[in-house]
């Protein structure tokens, strides 16, 4: 089945195939495994969020994830290390009435910093829409300085007690559950145009 990989240390997003699903974990493949650092979030269709999961080993273009679910997961205290990226995304107020374009300059997993114009005319409270990802991030806006600000990211993943395999929420089963022109391509589709937050019908931008 089609899935969609986040590394949330870099926030470059992925398209790759998955096996082996169960509660524990999957299998991942895909020839750009070697961009992936270690926590990832996976995008799979039927569910509404993200599973969040480690990559525990390696070998030949595909890689074993073990799954951390959000109310099972231990808070992590060591120090994140900070990525120089540069990923185009959007910033949107919590309910869309104000969009702007941004650039993704350093990430981590807990946050990010942006450039871009216009952004003290944000709340704190934000969305942030990565391209090529059909959930928007929900995030706070810490610091603000002239043509730029850092966000904190508050990743919603899904908890143990939401979790359904794909024979459970219909994907990867042909026809209308995921076969050619099912639920599984109408997903992958979103994910490419961005339809599902916004991006592809975009409101009017402030630049």
């Known amino acids: 089945m089609s899935v969609l990989i986040v590394d949330l240390e870099g926030l470059s997003c992925i398209e790759a195939s998955a096996s082996g699903f169960n509660r524990s974990g999957c299998r ?21 969020k993200m599973i ?18 959000e109310d099972e997961k231990p808070k992590e205290k060591r120090k994140e290390n900070r990525r120089q990226v540069r990923i185009p995304a959007q ?12 650039i993704i300059v350093d990430a981590s997993k807990s946050g990010c910093r942006l450039d ?9 409270d ?5 391209v090529g990802l059909d ?5 706070r806006i ?26 459970q929420n219909g994907a990867g089963h042909g026809g209308d559950a995921g076969g050619p022109g099912g639920a599984e391509e109408d997903a992958r589709t979103k994910r490419r145009t961005g339809g599902a937050f916004g991006v592809g019908r975009r409101k009017p931008e402030l630049n």
């Open 28 to 48: 991942i493949l895909t020839d750009r495994v070697g961009e992936l650092r270690e926590t990832i979030g996976l995008r799979v269709n039927g569910l509404e």
């Open 52 to 69: 969040r999961g480690r990559i525990t080993s390696v070998s030949n273009g595909d890689a074993q994830v073990t799954f951390e679910f």
């Open 91 to 102: 910033v949107s107020d919590r309910r869309g009435g104000i969009v702007i374009r941004c």
């Open 116 to 124: 871009a114009r216009d952004l003290d005319l944000l709340p704190d």
């Open 126 to 130: 934000v969305l942030l829409h990565i």
């Open 135 to 139: 959930l928007p991030v929900n995030g």
């Open 142 to 167: 810490a610091w603000r300085s002239p043509g730029c600000a850092g966000v904190e990211l508050l990743w919603q993943f899904t908890k143990s007690h939401e979790f359904k395999t794909p024979h």
